[in-house]
């Protein structure tokens, strides 16, 4: 129904930033909320951020002040801004979608991108 790209990760020193993005394509219409996810080795993939096409947005505790999640609606297109980069905010970053009437990290979201990794050393 809908397909995700994600790009811009890569590997960075901590304290540094980088910036994702990921672009959306074939029926989006219904697809309000788009969301980052991320899983590292050994653990359980969490919700990072989320914005609903309307504006509104919801942040992991972990990630509050650093991240900044944001839309370009006519471009199909979400970012995850990143900065003040720690090593453990290593892991594979997802890229997500799911229709319906609110937006939130506990979703379960529908629609999945492949992945891009982030890797921060210290």
């Known amino acids: 129904q809908v397909q995700l790209v994600e790009s811009g990760g890569g590997s960075v020193q901590a304290g540094g930033s980088l910036r994702l993005s990921c672009a959306a394509s074939?029926?989006?219409?219904?697809?309000?909320?788009m969301g980052w996810f991320r899983q590292a080795p050994g653990k359980e993939r969490e919700g990072v951020a989320t914005?609903?096409?309307?504006?509104?947005?919801s942040y992991a505790d972990s990630v509050k002040g650093r991240f900044t999640i944001s839309q370009d609606i006519r471009k199909n297109t979400v970012y995850l801004q990143m900065n003040s980069l720690k090593p453990e905010d290593t892991a594979m970053y997802y890229c997500?979608?799911?229709?319906?009437?609110?937006?939130?990290?506990?979703?379960?979201?529908?629609?999945w991108g492949q992945g891009t990794q982030v890797t921060v050393s210290s």
């Open positions: 997500a979608a799911v229709p319906g009437l609110y937006c939130s990290i506990s979703r379960t979201f529908t629609s």
């Open positions: 074939g029926y989006t219409y219904s697809y309000n909320c």
């Open positions: 914005i609903d096409r309307d504006g509104p947005t």
